[in-house]
């Protein structure tokens, strides 16, 4: 038979107000643990919460950003369980009255195919603190609590069933990531689990509407690993259903180094988290003023920015998407641009050496290349006095020291010879030392060109201007 | 020979103090002499804090001789235990809380300190404010001072019987369901609830939330005009506090009650209310009425199911409230648990009481998933009808005038093992809270054997003038607020 896979998602975004979501304590990650803490975050005696108005804002940012509904009546609720690392013993969170709901996200998938995921709502909610099972790498017979992340602002964003592959599911990850970073309310860092996702799956036999019992997945903190994870579990689900074997419904992590899932809980043991209206905090309405005042504020989203950078800078459509992933990088772009009006050449640069000089930390923007020396250096190349050769090494070394571009050009004397007199005499060095390639050559032998030009911006030390070489070259050779 | 400076209201005293007649650390050991004396049989106090309470005297004559001093300045007050005091262990009448010290100070208790007032100790309580006789108590019952073998009431029973007894001037206390109100019936003194968001919760220890405020109870109606009006106002601190002006209540006391409609319901003269607590009620409507005030027979007809929606409103936020102890952060910790779920369990197990477990096992069925549409969603629907019975009322009256408690203080046991018997002490002050209204007790005779009766006196949300007023009016025409017990 077959099947057919029915995903929907939940993101967790930590949000980045600069305090808690109930109390003024950092939201700062890390610190010694305890310390951003209060007697509010901390669960004490006759403390009570007072909703942080950024938090709200930001929540709403996001759902006007995915068409979501605004609902005017918000109500939070109290989740009740007892964990070590909930110091109330319930999770502030919403439930009945989420802030948005009924939003949507395009995903363009290959081939331009559009796809609309269908978003369920979006509610704000509590972090929980964290548990230390081991101090300095020793496991010993007790536990321990660091609360500096309880209260740290979530936005909860949870999906329609709409998504059907692994590839789709990352697709809609980064897609809802990329705006998240643009309306800067969450960093978007998997790995920190700023940006966290659980997935819902289920199979059904293709054109059946109905859905089957569907699993939890949890614990997968990269794209990689939500797809590979999300791949397994099809898998494993189809290979139970081709066997006839029931599925149960049940909460399964994901084992990234095994790669595979395995069983934490089954329906069976799931919480009754005892939901209601938590009577410490009023409700919040949301009016039209406020709606209006949000959206008027809202940033260019990717989506537009990539299509603007295709009509303003005439930059190819793959250039756009890659350049719009993260606003840093298209800030950058657009700063050099600014600089050096030379949009194919700039976007270049990025896509090649400073991606690759990222690598994984990604962090453009306190890149050592600034838009000010990327730009400085490609206006170099194209006055001439530096060729694309010799740039890659001034790149490399404005990478490793921060200096300018025209400094590092002058100190080491990489200007490039365009003086053809020079120029002339160099190749006539080269041709006097190779009397046999000349031969070759002028006997039909095209290929000893390349080496002859090897030898010539060798013997000039890779300064001599590449273009004025290679036509001096061709002119001698044909004698 | 002159009064005994602990016998004194906190206008009478503040006078003297004010005038530096006495100082206020005169005042302060005067009412330990009193403690000393009266509380081994009384027993109102888990904490007394003497020693602070002479700094802050200390500082309150200073203050005064600066020409700095206010109506509370120098005066001693007692603190029900459920407010966390800073550097004062705060208990909340529970072994979880034994040896709990707050690093903060409630709101009030902040408000009280800025007006230079002096802490004589944390007063006894039902065990989280869970109970109505005081006898669930971690660290004993208290007994009334008009007959140490009956209950004082609860839950701020060691607030009102320290109050009755001289023990303080005047003290805090906090209404749930009628925590403030029923023991001041009970202990024949003044006891007022606010409206609910009138006064600050931060630093109220948590029963249940959307019913807790803490309000005064004192030797008579000015006193608690003149507490009320420096513990209320909005506090940032606590988003269900109400962002209105906190008026000075004393400015409402007048002597005449010309015009002003006072609503009877029926509902609340019913089969079991004491004949002697009925007598007493109906004698003081009609003085009221003598003076001017206008009778109105009203209706609120969903009382009948108030006591049954407290009972799930009121344990389904409690079970959510008191999760918090755990035996994780602070409070008591089983000793050696095997695992993470005996410490759980063996810590609750052992730090809470009996009455404590029982709501908090109410609360939880109420809320858990297949019962939470048929008890505690119905039950805030039927609250909303209860709210709008008294709305629906006070269209054609400016109060409401009923018995506080449908009897006068009853034995000390009698009641402990049959809760619902407990539970209907309160019948008459539940629909109050579940309203969010405000509403006074205040003495309005004795019965046959000597036991205080009280008067409840219901008004409009944020109409605590009006009900400071007409209680005002009657106590200034009745002898009985200045009756003392004689704690023979």
Redesign the interface.
């Known amino acids: 038979m077959d099947f057919e896979p029915v995903i929907g998602l939940e993101v967790h975004a930590q949000m980045l107000t600069d305090t808690k979501i109930f109390c003024n304590c950092s939201t700062q990650f890390g610190g010694e643990p305890n310390t951003r803490t209060c007697p509010v975050c901390l669960g004490m005696p006759g403390v009570l919460p007072v909703a942080n108005r950024r938090v709200v804002e930001f929540v709403l940012k996001t759902a006007l950003a995915t068409g979501c509904t605004i609902q005017k009546y918000n109500q939070f609720a109290r989740k009740n369980y007892f964990y070590p690392d909930l110091p109330k013993g319930y999770q502030i969170s919403q439930f009945e009255l989420p802030i948005a709901t009924a939003g949507y996200l395009d995903l363009e998938l290959e081939g331009a195919v559009k796809k609309r995921i269908g978003i369920t709502r979006i509610h704000m909610e509590e972090d929980a603190g964290k548990l230390m099972h081991e101090i300095n790498g020793i496991a010993g017979d007790s536990s321990f609590v660091d609360l500096n992340r309880t209260g740290v602002p979530l936005m909860e964003i949870v999906s329609e069933p709409d998504i059907r592959s692994p590839r789709e599911a990352v697709e809609y990850l980064k897609t809802m990531r990329s705006i998240v970073q643009y309306l800067e309310v969450c960093d978007g860092n998997m790995e920190q689990g700023s940006f966290r996702c659980d997935a819902n799956i289920s199979l059904r036999p293709k054109g059946r509407e109905k859905f089957g019992t569907k699993v939890e997945l949890k614990n997968m903190n990269s794209f990689r690993h939500v797809e590979k994870a999300i791949e397994f579990e099809i898998e494993r689900q189809r290979d139970m259903l081709e066997d006839g074997i029931e599925i149960m419904q049940e909460t399964r992590l994901w084992d990234e180094k095994r790669e595979e899932t395995f069983s934490m809980r089954s329906k069976e043991e799931a919480h009754d988290y005892r939901y209601f209206p938590d009577p410490d905090l009023v409700p919040l309405v949301i009016d039209e003023d406020w709606i209006a005042a949000v959206r008027a504020g809202l940033p260019e989203l990717p989506r537009q920015r990539r299509q603007r950078f295709i009509d303003e800078y005439g930059i190819p459509g793959y250039d756009a998407d890659v350049l719009t992933v993260t606003k840093q990088v298209a800030d950058y772009f657009e700063a050099a641009v600014k600089l050096h009006n030379q949009p194919k050449a700039v976007s270049n640069w990025i896509m090649g050496d400073i991606m690759r000089s990222l690598a994984d930390s990604r962090d453009i923007a306190s890149f050592a290349v600034t838009p000010v020396h990327l730009a400085g250096m490609i206006a170099l190349i194209d006055k001439g006095t530096i060729s694309g050769k010799i740039a890659k090494k001034v790149f490399e070394q404005m990478a490793e020291t921060g200096k300018m571009p025209e400094s590092i050009v002058h100190e080491q004397g990489l200007v490039q010879v365009s003086d053809s007199g020079e120029l002339e005499k160099a190749v006539q060095a080269v041709l006097d030392a190779n009397p046999q390639m000349v031969e070759d050559f002028r006997s039909g032998k095209d290929k000893v060109f390349g080496f002859l030009m090897g030898q010539v911006m060798k013997s000039t030390k890779g300064k001599g201007n590449p273009q004025l070489l290679n036509d001096i070259l061709r002119k001698q050779l044909a004698g | 020979m002159a009064r005994e400076l602990y016998s004194l209201t906190i206008h009478e005293l503040s006078a003297l103090l004010l005038a530096r007649t006495v100082s206020a650390v005169e005042a302060l050991e005067s009412v330990i002499s009193r403690i000393e004396a009266v509380d081994g049989r009384v027993h109102a106090y888990i904490s007394p804090t003497f020693d602070f309470a002479r700094s802050q005297a200390q500082a309150a004559d200073q203050r005064i001789a600066r020409g700095d001093g206010g109506p509370l300045t120098g005066v001693p007050l007692a603190i029900k235990d459920?407010?966390?005091t800073e550097g004062i262990r705060?208990t909340?009448g529970s072994r979880i809380?034994e040896n709990?010290v707050?690093?903060?100070d409630?709101t009030v208790i902040g408000k009280l300190k800025a007006g230079g007032a002096v802490f004589t100790g944390k007063t006894s309580m039902d065990e989280f404010a869970m109970g109505s006789s005081n006898e669930t108590a971690y660290f004993g019952a208290v007994h009334n001072p008009w007959d140490l073998d009956r209950v004082p009431g609860g839950s701020s029973g060691g607030s009102a019987a320290a109050v009755a007894a001289d023990e303080c001037i005047a003290a805090l206390g906090t209404d749930t369901g009628g925590s403030i109100r029923q023991p001041a019936s009970l202990c024949g003194v003044v006891g007022l609830k606010p409206t609910y968001g009138r006064v600050s919760?931060?630093?109220?220890?948590?029963f249940?939330?959307?019913l807790d405020q803490i309000g005064p109870i004192t030797k008579d109606v000015e006193d608690a005009a003149i507490l009320l009006s420096c513990i209320s106002g909005h506090d940032?601190?606590?988003?269900?506090s109400i962002k209105r002006h906190a008026p000075d209540y004393t400015r409402a006391l007048k002597k005449d009650v010309n015009g002003l409609r006072l609503g009877i319901p029926k509902e609340y003269f019913i089969e079991g209310l004491d004949p002697q607590v009925e007598k007493a009620v109906r004698e003081a409507i009609d003085l009221l009425k003598a003076q001017g005030a206008e009778i109105v027979p009203v209706s609120l007809p969903h009382t009948e199911y108030a006591v049954a929606v407290y009972y799930l409103i009121a344990p389904?936020?409690a079970?959510?409230n008191?999760?918090?102890y755990?035996g994780?952060?602070?409070g008591y910790r089983c000793s050696q648990p095997g695992n993470?779920r005996e410490m759980?369990e063996q810590s609750r197990s052992e730090g809470f009481g009996p009455e404590v477990k029982r709501r908090i096992m109410l609360g939880?069925y109420a809320?858990?998933?297949g019962y939470?549409d048929a008890y505690?969603k119905k039950a805030s629907q039927v609250r909303t009808l209860i709210r709008r019975d008294f709305m629906e009322a006070f269209k054609t009256c400016d109060l409401i005038v009923t018995p506080t408690a449908p009897a006068p203080a009853f034995k000390l046991g009698e009641k402990l093992s049959d809760p619902l018997s407990m539970y209907l002490s309160d019948i008459f002050t539940i629909p109050t809270n579940l309203a969010g209204l405000p509403g006074i007790s205040l003495p309005c005779g004795f019965s046959e054997g000597g036991l205080p009766i009280g008067l409840q006196i219901i008004g409009n949300l944020f109409a605590e003038e009006q009900v400071l007023h007409c209680a005002y009016c009657y106590e200034q025409s009745t002898p009985w607020h200045r009756r003392k017990p004689s704690l023979a």
């Open positions: 459920i407010l966390c705060t909340c809380l709990f707050p690093p903060y409630a919760r931060f630093g109220l220890i948590a249940a939330s959307s940032s601190k606590d988003s269900t389904a936020e079970c959510s008191l999760a918090r755990d994780v952060k602070y993470l759980y939880t809320l858990s998933a939470y505690y």
